[in-house]
């Protein structure tokens, strides 16, 4: 809250203005990005509604936690791997496949290396 401001005045001048908000029982909150999760534990959840715009507030315990990115990898990606690194080595082509995320021209040069 904002200081020395009497929570009655500020819900008054907050309805005056069109702005609602709402405390949301919520027991988790999870944001998922690209490469991880974002989880909020225990929080405390406030909807805040201005102008048809939903907004939200949120604060708790934060974790990340890193997504497992399972990519496929099909023999014509290891055939050509292979080819053009000039190694035989079928598996070690498909676990530098897998390191790099099934990017085929980073696979290539780790093995011309």
């Known amino acids: ?5 009497d929570p009655r005045a500020l819900k008054s001048m907050m309805d005056k ?3 609602k908000q709402t405390e949301i029982r919520a ?3 999870v944001i998922e990005t690209d490469n991880s999760n974002i989880v909020v534990e225990n929080p405390q959840v406030v909807q805040i509604e201005m102008q048809g715009v939903k907004s939200f507030q949120v604060s ?9 990115v399972k ?3 099909n023999d014509d990606d290891i055939r050509t791997v292979a080819e053009q690194s000039g190694v035989s080595n079928l598996d070690l082509v498909k676990k530098t ?7 085929i ?5 780790k093995l011309r290396k």
């Not at 496949?97 to 990017?103: K, P, V, Y």
């Open 17 to 19: 203005m069109g702005m």
């Open 27 to 29: 027991t988790r909150v």
């Open 1 to 5: 809250m904002m200081p020395n401001i």
């Open 97 to 103: 496949l897998e390191e790099t995320n099934g990017d």
């Open 71 to 73: 990519v496929d990898i």
């Open 105 to 109: 021209a980073e696979a290539i040069m």
């Open 60 to 68: 708790g315990s934060v974790n990340t936690v890193a997504k497992e």
